[in-house]
């Protein structure tokens, strides 16, 4: 059984490489994928602007232990633009979607621990060194649109951007136009729907705010 899947794991990075980068650079296998994501859609295009290597980026690893790893599966539906700028882990239940006028960026030593959705129609940007726990949903969309009456478009997709060394606790929600600034924590249950300035800040709530300062945080 453990044969199967490693043997299912490599023919599904094998095509994955392939599919996404030239000759040389596939064949170095920088992408891994466990037997447990499912490829929904694989257009658009993947850019990795740091040096390759083998395993660089993982997706659907294991990472938590109190989920089903067994039976909880990534998702890969891309149709837009992917850039990683370095290393990445993408863990077990995941989904990645990307419309096709979709922008994501995920910067060097990216973590999503498990069961996170990250949903980009417009652009959606990780600085360096995030860190994001699990059930943790984060879109530049609201997939539906709303019109006045007048038939304007009154909730455009809108970027999310997001920092460097930024930790995003569980089961917290980024929505469409926010942005949060380099080195803060995102407590656990949050809703972030705006600007998050200043740094070294714990934010929480619904909506989030500031509830303490002077802080970092160790991986």
């Given at each position: 059984?453990?044969?199967?899947?490693?043997?299912?794991?490599?023919?599904?990075?094998?095509?994955?490489?392939?599919?996404?980068?030239?000759?040389?650079?596939?064949?170095?296998?920088?992408?891994?994928?466990?037997?447990?994501?499912?490829?929904?859609?694989?257009?658009?295009?993947?850019?990795?602007?740091?040096?390759?290597?083998?395993?660089?980026?993982?997706?659907?690893?294991?990472?938590?232990?109190?989920?089903?790893?067994?039976?909880?599966?990534?998702?890969?539906?891309?149709?837009?633009?992917?850039?990683?700028?370095?290393?990445?882990?993408?863990?077990?239940?995941?989904?990645?979607?990307?419309?096709?006028?979709?922008?994501?960026?995920?910067?060097?030593?990216?973590?999503?621990?498990?069961?996170?959705?990250?949903?980009?129609?417009?652009?959606?940007?990780?600085?360096?060194?995030?860190?994001?726990?699990?059930?943790?949903?984060?879109m530049d969309t609201d997939y539906h649109k709303i019109t006045d009456t007048e038939g304007k478009v009154i909730n455009p997709d809108t970027p999310?951007?997001?920092?460097?060394?930024?930790?995003?606790?569980?089961?917290?929600?980024?929505?469409?136009?926010?942005?949060?600034?380099?080195?803060?924590?995102?407590?656990?249950?949050?809703?972030?729907?705006?600007?998050?300035?200043?740094?070294?800040?714990?934010?929480?709530?619904?909506?989030?705010?500031?509830?303490?300062?002077?802080?970092?945080?160790?991986?």
């Amino acid at each position: 059984m453990k044969n199967g899947k490693y043997i299912r794991s490599v023919i599904r990075s094998v095509f994955f490489n392939l599919k996404y980068f030239p000759l040389l650079q596939a064949i170095k296998l920088p992408v891994l994928l466990t037997p447990n994501v499912y490829l929904k859609v694989t257009k658009g295009k993947i850019t990795i602007t740091a040096p390759i290597r083998t395993g660089m980026i993982r997706i659907g690893e294991e990472g938590v232990g109190i989920f089903d790893y067994k039976h909880s599966r990534a998702i890969w539906e891309v149709w837009g633009e992917v850039i990683f700028q370095g290393t990445a882990r993408i863990g077990h239940g995941s989904k990645i979607s990307v419309g096709e006028a979709g922008k994501l960026t995920i910067g060097d030593e990216f973590l999503n621990s498990a069961e996170s959705t990250i949903c980009c129609f417009n652009e959606i940007t990780f600085g360096r060194h995030c860190f994001l726990s699990w059930d943790i949903l984060i879109m530049d969309t609201d997939y539906h649109k709303i019109t006045d009456t007048e038939g304007k478009v009154i909730n455009p997709d809108t970027p999310v951007h997001i920092g460097e060394n930024v930790w995003i606790g569980c089961r917290s929600v980024i929505l469409k136009g926010s942005s949060i600034n380099d080195n803060n924590i995102i407590a656990a249950g949050s809703l972030i729907s705006g600007t998050i300035n200043g740094q070294n800040q714990v934010i929480g709530g619904v909506p989030a705010k500031v509830i303490r300062t002077g802080v970092n945080w160790i991986p």
